[in-house]
């Protein structure tokens, strides 16, 4: 069983830049997968950036070059730096933790209970 629990949301203005924070409980947090995603009203969740336990990275298309994903797994957490914000980028975001490293929201099994993200234009 794992806890997520994610943090650094709020408001920025459109250029800005926001960290947002995921701290997994649990001793086995290096075996897992881990995500980020994003929802914003009336849209499907959507994949942002993925961390294996193994080291590799994937990120949307959305997000290449402006989103960083990093892992600690000496402190169980995982980060999202975004850079260069959009107000599309505005929606509720989660962090999440599976077995597969995969761009799939339905292959991760435990979530955060997400953090809002807003940017003004």
């Known amino acids: 069983q794992v806890t997520l629990v994610e943090s650094g949301g709020g408001s920025v203005q459109a250029g800005g830049s926001l960290t947002l924070s995921c701290t997994a409980s649990g001793p086995t947090f290096s075996t897992y997968s881990m995500g980020w995603f994003r929802q914003a009203p009336g849209k499907e969740r959507e994949f942002v950036a993925a961390s294996s336990w193994s080291g590799g990275f994937l990120d949307a298309n959305s997000v290449k070059g402006r989103f960083t994903i990093s892992r600690d797994n000496a402190k169980n957490t995982v980060d999202l730096r975004m850079n260069s914000l959009k107000p599309e980028d505005t929606a509720v975001y989660y962090c999440?933790?599976?077995?597969?490293?995969?761009?799939?929201?339905?292959?991760?099994?435990?979530w955060g209970q997400g953090t809002q993200v807003t940017v003004s234009s």
């Open positions: 999440a933790a599976g077995s597969r490293f995969t761009t799939s929201h339905r292959m991760y099994d435990y």
